[in-house]
Every structure is written in C-alpha cells, then in structure tokens.
C-alpha cells in the first residue's frame, strides 16, 4: 500500500473532542473528504477495547485503501493487522518494533529535534512526525514548540541523510494555517510530505467536509504567494532603471495602507500615507480588518504600544489578509526590550505569515532568535555586528521566513532570502524624528500592493523615494533641525508624487545609493 503522507489523521477519543459521535463514523467521514493516513490514538483504555475500535477502524480504511497505524502499541497493531505503528520517544525503540512486526510495516516516529529525527532515519524510520509545530491543548507532554523555523532547519539537515524519508508536520495545524505551514517550513532542497491533522477535523461538525477543505488547501499554494513569469532584477542598473516606474504606479494605484500602530506616530504616519499619494486608515480593531481587506491593500502591524488588548487584534487582522492574500507588513518595536514584547513577537510570527518584517539591528536579531539580544526601549541597542554580518541576517531571516526583511540603520538591508541590497540614502534627521522609522513601514506597504509580482523591487522604490525626500529637505535653507525638517519632509514628499504623476523622473536620476551585497 503506497504511503501518500499529505493529509494524516491523528484520532482523539476524549468526549469534548468526539461530541458524542462515534469515531469510526467520524473517521469514514474524515476518509470520504481525503485523508490519506489515519493514526488511531488512545491512551487511556485498556487493550481489549483498543483493539476492538482498532478493527472496526482497519475494516473501514482497507475500504478507502488508506493505511492504518496505531500511535504506540505494536502489540495492538500486530492484533488487528494494521499496517504499521508510530512511536514517540518515549515509547519503544524502532529496532524493537522492526524484530516484532512484519517486514513490510510502516513505522512512524516522533522527532522535535534534529538530533531524534537524524537517529530515527538512522534506524530505519519510513517517516517522521516533526513537531510541534505550535501549541495545542491536545498534546500535552510536547518537548517544545518548534515552529516553522525549527522543521525547516531539520528538513534542511536531513536532506543530505541519503535517504528517502517522508516527514509530517503536527501540532496546532488548521485550516487557517495549514498552507503557510507548508510554505514556510520548505528547505531549499527538502519540503513536508504533508501534515498531521486532529481537532481540526476530529473535532469538525462535518467531518467530511473539513477533510475535503484540508486537502484542497493542501495542493494549493497560500493566497499571499504570488507568483511571476518575470525574472528577478540583481543588477544595480537594472533595478535604478525599475524604481521611477514602481514610485509612478504606486502614486497612481493610491493603495489603502490600513495601519495597527502606535498612537505616538499614527498622525505622522498617516501624514506621509498621504503625501506619496496613499490613503491610510489607522484602524487598531482586529474585527475591522475583515472588511478593510476587502480593499485589497496592505495591513501595517506596529507593536510600539503595545496593550494586552493588541496581539488578539493583530492577529484577528493578519489572519484577514493572509486569507486575501494581500501584503502586510510587521514592525517589532522594541522587541526585545521586555518579556512582554519577546512574548509577542512569539505570538505573531506564529500566528500568521508577513510579507515584509522591518527593524532596526535588535529588533531583527530578536525575531531572528538570536540569544543575548538587549534594547533601552525601542532603540537598537549596542550593535555588535558589521555590514557584512547585518547583510547576511537580513537575508537569512528572508530565506528562513520566505518572505522580506529590512534591517534599518544608518546602512538599510533589504533582503528577499536570495537578492541583499544595502541602501546608503537619507539623512541623520531622520532619526531625530519620532515616527519616521515607523513610516517606512506603511510606505513599504503600499509599494508591495501597488507591485505584488518583485517585492523586493516594490520596497527598494518605497525606501529610495522616502531617502531621497528627506535629502531633499534637509537641504533646504531654512530647515535648521527636527521642528523644520518634518513639513519640509512632507512636502518633499509630495514634490516627488507630484513628479511621478507627470512621468517626471528627475528626482531620482543619479540620486540612488544602492549595491548589490554578495554573500
């Protein structure tokens, strides 16, 4: 019998689960919408009566030609002749379980680890259960929480084993997550065969039907991937050549920038929205954002006051326009700077999949998970990398994310995971001017919906057309600080708009301070 991995059924017997249906009913109903691999779980009755459920469950599955595996207990699965077993850390040894049943058995095995996973393929495993992947009532003795960031670093490292080795994600998979796992848990040579499933569809009013949404979602990719026929611009030239034309369609789309974000710049914010000719609603209800991505522009996420009231928010949001498809940008203010804020930044790269994740040096390296990490407040902190290493953390954050990180600071890297380009425009009034590192977010929103196909190119052209206006006034005679130099800003701002409407590109000609970093 083919092991086809991609929709897994784990059961759940506990009555808050089942709801008083009987789970061979609830498991055939599962099967008809498409599981491919039903696991029969219990620990809590005794032998007999798991292996009378278990025979009721293999006369049903050997129907639908799916696989049978009983979580734990070779003893019961050699009882009913199931096809195979899988087995937890805890529970027995692989080399046991190969001596007791027949040549052909599937054996599954439980990894949160690279160094389990790597012992289990070394032992013969057909497939591995990676988790978990996030946190789930349902499972309570998990090692940890691994995430997304943790089964693509085993994925990676366990495609150069030699051998052939299906893998399943578990732990807190749903509808509204599964196609993000997939995506972002992919190592460049080594994606999930698919995933393990249980309240999700156990749990269901219809059973059958929640299955059938699973595996529909499963053999498509996520809304918010866009993909594109047009080849990837690495050459200086080429991209300078791109950005006038991105900053025109941009000011001529005027996209919806909906923005979560902090009250302390929100008037600032908004005021530069305005300027490059966007239009900007600061709506901090998660509820709202339904009808907002409806609108199809970007969604701003800017933790810099944060409440107890704000992650459900956010995430009530990003699960909106993720399911839309459109942009949304995160900001991690001061992520590191309380246990309040790590938390969060927990929180939300678990809850939904960003676009583009904009900080300074500390905020990255936070949301990165690199350890020792300290902020006063929402500065960066000391900085203890060089532009080299800065580049090589914009872009491996990129690539781990699949998605866009801008490290901002006197030197900005933006990264796509493949492309880092170092940005040198702007100017130290910048960053006497509270907000104007907060804007850079909303801006950069608005290009990616204005320009969906090269992301990258989109905040490239936000970043240089914001750089360049503060330039421009800073130069001015009569700016003399921060007080001056705000309005001069905006009506740079402006200037460059009004510019871009007319087709005039002369703000930009020889302006761009930009290379193209090897890694």
Request: hydrophobic share 45%; aromatic share 4%; net charge neutral.
């Amino acid at each position: 019998m083919p092991l086809n991995l991609s929709l897994y059924l784990v059961t759940d017997s506990t009555p808050a689960i089942l709801k008083g249906r009987d789970l061979c009913t609830v498991v055939e109903e599962a099967l008809k919408g498409g599981v491919t691999v039903v696991q029969y779980r219990d620990k809590t009755s005794d032998t007999g009566a798991q292996i009378e459920i278990a025979k009721k469950l293999h006369q049903i599955t050997r129907k639908y030609g799916v696989p049978l595996l009983i979580n734990d207990r070779v003893d019961v699965a050699l009882a009913v002749g199931a096809e195979g077993v899988h087995l937890g850390q805890d529970d027995m040894a692989i080399e046991q379980a190969k001596q007791l049943l027949p040549k052909d058995a599937i054996i599954g095995i439980t990894a949160s680890s690279l160094e389990e996973a790597q012992k289990a393929i070394d032992a013969g495993a057909d497939y591995l259960g990676v988790g978990t992947m996030f946190a789930t009532p349902t499972k309570t003795n998990t090692k940890h929480i691994i995430g997304t960031a943790g089964t693509q670093a085993i994925l990676d490292a366990i495609s150069d084993t030699g051998r052939s080795v299906g893998i399943v994600s578990i732990g807190g998979i749903n509808l509204s997550n599964v196609q993000r796992v997939l995506y972002q848990s992919k190592a460049p040579r080594k994606a999930l065969d698919g995933v393990a499933v249980v309240s999700a569809i156990i749990a269901a009013d219809d059973p059958r039907a929640a299955a059938a949404e699973f595996a529909k979602r499963i053999a498509t990719p996520p809304p918010f991937v866009r993909s594109t026929a047009a080849a990837q611009i690495r050459k200086v030239s080429a991209l300078q050549e791109e950005v006038p034309k991105i900053v025109q369609k941009v000011v001529q789309a005027h996209p919806l920038v909906h923005s979560m974000i902090n009250y302390v710049v929100a008037n600032f914010v908004a005021n530069v929205a305005l300027s490059i000719g966007a239009s900007p609603i600061m709506a901090p209800h998660g509820d709202e954002a339904v009808d907002l991505a409806q609108l199809d522009g970007a969604l701003v996420i800017n933790m810099g006051t944060l409440t107890s009231e704000s992650v459900p928010n956010y995430l009530k949001a990003i699960k909106a326009y993720n399911e839309r498809g459109n942009p949304v940008v995160y900001d991690p203010v001061g992520a590191a700077a309380t246990h309040i804020r790590r938390g969060a930044v927990k929180q939300l790269m678990a809850g939904g999949y960003f676009d583009l994740i904009k900080g300074n040096e500390g905020e990255i390296r936070q949301v990165f998970g690199s350890s020792g990490v300290t902020q006063r407040g929402v500065d960066s902190g000391p900085s203890n990398l060089d532009g080299q290493a800065k580049a090589t953390l914009a872009r491996d954050l990129a690539r781990r994310e699949q998605n866009l990180v801008l490290l901002t600071g006197a030197v900005d890297y933006l990264s796509d995971g493949e492309r880092v380009i170092a940005v040198e425009n702007g100017h130290e009034l910048l960053g006497q001017v509270t907000g104007t590192g907060c804007a850079v977010g909303s801006v950069s929103g608005c290009f990616i919906a204005a320009h969906p196909s090269d992301r990258l190119l989109a905040v490239l052209s936000g970043i240089l057309m914001y750089e360049i206006a503060a330039e421009n006034a800073a130069s001015k005679e009569y700016v003399r600080g921060p007080g001056s130099f705000v309005p001069a800003f905006l009506d740079e701002l402006y200037a460059i708009r009004q510019a871009a409407l007319k087709g005039d590109h002369s703000w930009f000609t020889g302006r761009a301070k930009i290379q193209v970093i090897d890694l």
